[in-house]
Each structure stands twice: as structure tokens, then as C-alpha cells.
């Protein structure tokens, strides 16, 4: 039985800080039919692996389902499948492990093209920070800017938002009950704006803020945002609030941006 991807009625999502910048992994399943995404499966692989498959391990930092394996068969869950791999963006803390989780799941990688150089930076990319990882995945699907991705039982709608690396994208997962849900990377976070300084990136400030304005603020204000690192938030409060580009920060005026 095929099954069409809808906005998802209860998504259950989990979040993970990992690896040593402390970077927000998402696990989003639909309730309905066990289908699951993995989105910036940068680093502790294992960590997510052991968590989705048998509930083990330390877990999440964050979930707002069940705990546990009784308590999966409580909700009336299915047993979680992962069907595809996600990513923002290519930077090494994001992409790192995507090898390792692509091994366990023999899924497609979607990222975005213009990201392609960047990901084959990762090895030496965190080599600066004094640790390995594998040789960089190469990615199986490539997003397209306002396409509507359907990923099992779950879509997503890509906004590309060039600024912080030139293949950066926000995934909004579209939820019938309740607000969507925006996973950002690191485009935007809670009163702050991703770095544009990082070599061979292609960060640019007043392209971000351009990327920001035109692809996010249009967006219902209490959609839901998933930033790579730190708080939630949502987009009426960044819109209103953002000292770099938000209301506060005055119609076309900018700034070089706080660099999380």
C-alpha cells in the first residue's frame, strides 16, 4: 500500500544536543504510520540509532512522545521506520556522521546543490576543532528551492535561505493540527542571526537578512522554529523581537549580525 504524504495530523518530535558545538539533531516521526525523519544527523550517531530503534541510551533532550517502548503501544504508535535523511545545511557539526546514519538506515540524503563543495570540507573542517569524522557522505537528493518534499507520510516545504552557506535551507514541516514546525539550521536563531564570517561558506549578512525577510517572515507567527543550537522560538516573536532582523532592527537596515 503507497501511501500519500499530508500534513501530518500529531507529529512526534525529539531533539538531540549533540557533538561539541551542541548541535540540535531533530527526529521527527508521524504518529500515524511510524514514518521518521532524521534532520542534521551531525554527530552521536549511535546515540540517535540506539534511541529510535529500542529506546536506549541517554535519549533525547528534548520529546514531546513517548519514552519508552510501552509507552509507544499506549499512543497506538507503529514501530518507527526511518525513511529519509535531512539536512539544513553542510556545515560539519550538521553533516559530520551522515555516513554512519546513511550505513544504519539505507536511506537517501537529501541536501541542498549548492552546499556540495561545502560538505566535501567536512573531514578538515573538524579536524580545526581537534576531532575526525568519516569521509563526507555525498548526497542521494538534492532539495529544491519551494518545492513541496514528500518523505514517507511526512512534507516538508524547502525555503532556500542563501546567507549563512550558499545551499542553506529551512524545512517546514506542514502539521494539520497545530502550528508548523520550522527547522531552521542555523539561518536563525533566538534573538540572533547565523554566522556569514566562516570561510569557503559563502555567507554574505545582507543576503542572510534578504533570505530572512522574504522566505521566513511571511510564515504564520506561531509557526514553530527548530534553530541548529539554542532555544526554540517561533516567528512572530523573532519577526517582532530580532535585534538583527526584526522589527527592531528598522526596514532594510542591518547590521554584520551576532555570529552563535
Request: charged share 20%; net charge negative; aromatic share 8%.
Amino acid at each position: 500500500m503507497v501511501r500519500l504524504a499530508m500534513a501530518v495530523r500529531k507529529p512526534w518530535v525529539e531533539y538531540f544536543f549533540v557533538g561539541i558545538l551542541q548541535m540540535r539533531c531533530s527526529v521527527v516521526t508521524d504518529t500515524a504510520t511510524g514514518d521518521t525523519v532524521i534532520i542534521d544527523g551531525g554527530a552521536e550517531p549511535q546515540r540517535i540509532i540506539d534511541w529510535i530503534d529500542s529506546f536506549s541510551g541517554k535519549g533525547p533532550d528534548w520529546s514531546n512522545g513517548p519514552r519508552s517502548a510501552g509507552e509507544m503501544q499506549q499512543s497506538k504508535i507503529p514501530e518507527r521506520k526511518v525513511v529519509a535523511l535531512l539536512n539544513t545545511h553542510a556545515h560539519f557539526d550538521h553533516s559530520g556522521h551522515i555516513p554512519d546514519l546513511k550505513k544504519e538506515y539505507e536511506v537517501d540524503w537529501y541536501l541542498h546543490p549548492d552546499d556540495t563543495f561545502l560538505q566535501t570540507l567536512a573531514q578538515r573542517s573538524a579536524l580545526r576543532y581537534g576531532f575526525e569524522v568519516p569521509l563526507p557522505a555525498i548526497a542521494d537528493v538534492a532539495l529544491k528551492a519551494g518545492e513541496k518534499l514528500e518523505v514517507g507520510s511526512l512534507e516538508f516545504v524547502v525555503h532556500h535561505t542563501p546567507g549563512h552557506t550558499l545551499g542553506g535551507c529551512c524545512l517546514r514541516l506542514l502539521v494539520e493540527e497545530g502550528p508548523d514546525h520550522l527547522f531552521v539550521g542555523d539561518t536563525l536563531f533566538a534573538g540572533s542571526v547565523g554566522r556569514t564570517d566562516l570561510p569557503d561558506t559563502g555567507g554574505d549578512f545582507e543576503v542572510l537578512a534578504h533570505s530572512i525577510h522574504t522566505q521566513l517572515w511571511p510564515l504564520a507567527s506561531d509557526t514553530i522554529v527548530y534553530p541548529g543550537h539554542g532555544p526554540l522560538t517561533t516567528i512572530g516573536h523573532e519577526k517582532e523581537t530580532n535585534p538583527f532582523v526584526g522589527d527592531d532592527a528598522g526596514s532594510g537596515v542591518y547590521t554584520i549580525g551576532k555570529y552563535s
